[in-house]
């Protein structure tokens, strides 16, 4: 199985600029998408293909990465993004879930 | 608009059975790959599975392949998943979801809660 490997944890200010990466354990090409999830919410995909941004989701969100090797960055970062990030990569089944990160306030 | 609503949780006993439902609107289903996550309580997310548009082709994560089944009633619009021999490590809020490789569309998500 691919593993994708993210940091547990970032503590971030509110308007500074946060990358959430995810590494994965062997290329995943460009399959590589991340979600957003708030406490007791479903899921929201936010970056899509490593790098394109999914339809009505804020600009201050972009992704970028190929290969092994994957970065969301949020700037500046606003108080409605504290949740938590999952990575997905659907390059080689099984599809996996990273860990996710939980982004938090300092 | 798109709407995945699951249905058919609850808690169930150790080693029983249990089939939940997503009932899809909004969209052409039998056009679509669908599937289902999982996210036990304080965890994260967990890819079950998917099936194809005409359920000729279904994929499962491995250590649940032989305990869930994915199937799909294009005339009904719904989406199902049995669930076999559960136990607690099975107790999960169940999302049903629309891959498209990314996931772009996801239920409310369902309680099962597997306990005596």
């Known amino acids: 199985d691919t593993v994708l490997t993210q940091s547990p944890a970032l503590a971030v200010s509110l308007g500074q600029r946060v990358t959430i990466s995810c590494r994965a354990s062997k290329s995943v090409s460009t399959y590589m998408h991340w979600y957003q999830q708030k406490s007791g919410q479903q899921p929201k995909l936010l970056i899509y293909?490593?790098?394109n941004l999914e339809s009505g989701v804020p600009s201050r969100f972009s992704g970028s990465g190929s290969g092994t090797d994957f970065t969301l960055t949020i700037d500046p970062v606003e108080a409605d993004d504290i949740a938590n990030y999952y990575c997905?990569?659907?390059?080689?089944?099984?599809?996996?879930f990273g860990a996710g990160t939980k982004l938090e306030l300092k | 608009e798109v709407k995945l609503v699951e249905s058919g949780g609850g808690l169930v006993q150790p080693g029983r059975s249990l089939k939940l439902s997503c009932a899809a609107s909004g969209f052409s289903f039998n056009d679509y790959w669908m599937g289902w996550v999982r996210q036990a309580p304080g965890k994260g997310l967990e890819w079950i599975g998917e099936i194809n548009q005409d359920s000729s082709t279904i994929n499962y994560t491995p250590s649940l392949k032989d305990k869930f089944t994915i199937s799909r009633d294009n005339a009904q619009n719904t989406l199902y998943l049995q669930m076999s021999k559960l136990g607690s490590e099975d107790t999960a809020i169940y999302y049903c979801?629309?891959?498209?490789?990314?996931?772009?569309?996801w239920g409310q998500g369902v309680m099962v809660t597997v306990s005596s």
């Open positions: 293909s490593a790098s």
């Open positions: 997905q990569q659907s390059n080689e089944l099984p599809y996996t």
């Open positions: 979801a629309r891959p498209l490789g990314a996931w772009d569309y």
